[in-house]
């Protein structure tokens, strides 16, 4: 029988799994408890941005495959696989990950769910979590079983990486729930996707270990920067001629402004705490450095826009371009172009924020600061620019018309993405971060 699927959670991971799956050509029930957010996917609107999502949530809906319901009974009498897609952010005033979206939904789900349902973990956990559900579920349910299924979407590009991702990984405890979960993802792993089957703690540390090693990777090429910055280099040729040894590969060495985001950081210290509760602190005392590194890159951007501006930020108008955690996203949840901006205007300066996608959540997080949704109006009368997200529109930017708008042209590109030798000969005084003479 088809497998019918529920989907738990309709943040940036649910609203996305739960569109692909309707249309892979599954029935899809998504569940979430806020109202507002279930009317807006019900009429085919996405409440965040991510291109190309649009289309899939209103094709799917029109087609009758996917609906959306705030009540856990509907969503657990009309389906069979249950997706777990909740959020798992930094718990308050801690390190580690605030768990009561998880268990909260699984409690409120379990009531309803039939014996033979099979509740899978998309959420990025604690490893040890996956084991805590079943224990859990085997009281209060036992004829439901559980399986972990990470995810590895990148915001942005969230569609492609659901329907064509570079692999499948499953933890189970039964060959009847990898069944189950081969069904569901059958018009994917025909495409000859790996398929990898693992247990429990393997499946949900093979999530956290991909961001760590991603998350190091930039900080790598940060440190780098630093050292560069130091010694007269240029990061990004360092970049460019280390990458070309396939076993360190370019991509993820763009150095600038760090990491940020919903994942990255959160999830490089819950892993630290929870590898400290597990007795194995030792092993990744190292993140908290990647950590470090990439927060160092923020205040070296303030230290160098203050330099900049001859010492003092007071009476000093700066536009920050960009004000979400990466291009191609509306997400400014720790977003290092958003920080940069708040850490400036708490030191005394003047600032704009300008973002083609991520202002009304900026407004939302930083009530206090101004905003302008015209990039040459933002522009008007600085005496620093300071490009914190790489959005193509910033790129595609004339230096000669942007430095008509400004007092006095001096930029940062905080994510090397701008080429120097334009901005120069339209008059800019240019500085990038690990390339001082760039
Ligand atoms: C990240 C992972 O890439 C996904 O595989 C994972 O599924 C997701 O987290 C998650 O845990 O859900 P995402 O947060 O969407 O995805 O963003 P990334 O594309 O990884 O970028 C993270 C940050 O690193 C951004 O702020 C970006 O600007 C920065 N970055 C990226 C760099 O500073 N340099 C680089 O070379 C690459």
């Known amino acids: 029988m088809t497998p019918r699927l529920s989907v738990i959670g309709t943040g940036y991971l649910g609203a996305t799994h739960a ?54 009974a509907e969503a657990a009498s009309q389906a069979d696989v249950h997706f777990i897609c909740v959020g798992t952010p ?35 956990v604690p490893v040890g979590t996956a084991d805590e559900i079943a224990r859990r579920l085997a009281v209060s349910n036992p004829g439901v079983e559980v399986a972990w299924n990470p995810e590895f979407l990148r915001e942005g590009f969230a569609v492609q990486d659901t329907l064509h991702p570079d692999r499948l990984v499953v933890g189970v405890r039964s060959a009847r729930a990898e069944e189950r979960l081969r069904e569901v993802y059958a018009p994917i792993i025909s495409d000859g996707v790996p398929f990898l089957v693992m247990d429990f703690p393997t499946a949900e540390l093979v999530k956290v270990a991909a961001n760590s090693f991603l998350a190091t ?97 007071i009476d000093k108008r700066i536009t920050v371009l960009g004000a979400s955690f990466k291009p191609d996203s509306d ?39 101004a905003y ?29 018309a942007a430095a008509r708008q400004v007092r006095a042209a001096r930029i940062i590109d905080g994510r090397n993405t701008l080429d120097p030798q334009a901005w120069r000969a339209a008059g800019w005084t240019y500085r990038a971060l690990g390339r001082p003479h760039a």
């Open 19 to 72: 569109a692909c799956m309707a249309e892979l050509g599954f029935e899809v029930i998504g569940l979430d408890i806020s109202p507002a957010k279930v009317e807006l996917l019900t009429k085919g609107t996405v409440p965040f941005y991510e291109p190309g999502l649009d289309e899939v949530l209103s094709r799917n809906i029109a087609n009758g495959r996917l609906r959306f319901t705030t009540d856990f």
């Open 90 to 124: 930094q718990a308050a005033g801690a390190q580690k990950a605030d768990m009561s979206q998880v268990f909260g939904s699984v409690e409120q789900l379990a009531p309803h769910l039939a014996d033979g349902a099979l509740v899978v973990g998309k959420s990025t």
């Open 217 to 313: 990777k930039i900080s790598f090429i940060n440190a780098m920067a630093e050292v560069c910055e130091a010694a007269g280099a240029d990061v990004t040729r360092l970049a460019e001629a280390i990458g070309y040894d396939p076993r360190i590969g370019n991509r993820f060495l763009a150095a600038g402004l760090g990491f940020g985001g919903g994942c990255l950081p959160k999830d490089i210290r819950a892993f630290m705490a929870r590898a400290g509760e597990l007795g194995a602190d030792e092993a990744l005392l190292f993140l908290r450095e990647v950590d470090q590194i990439n927060l160092r890159r923020r205040m070296h951007t303030v230290d160098l826009a203050r330099k900049m501006l001859d010492g003092s930020f």
């Open 331 to 369: 997400d400014v949840r720790d977003s290092p172009s958003l920080d940069v901006a708040v850490a400036m205007s708490n030191a005394g300066a003047d600032v704009v924020v300008h973002d083609p996608k991520g202002l009304e959540n900026a407004a939302r997080v930083y009530p206090h600061m």
């Open 372 to 400: 302008d949704q015209d990039v040459m109006s933002a522009l008007g009368g600085a005496d620093l620019v300071v490009l914190g997200t790489e959005w193509r529109e910033y790129r595609d930017l004339d230096p000669a």
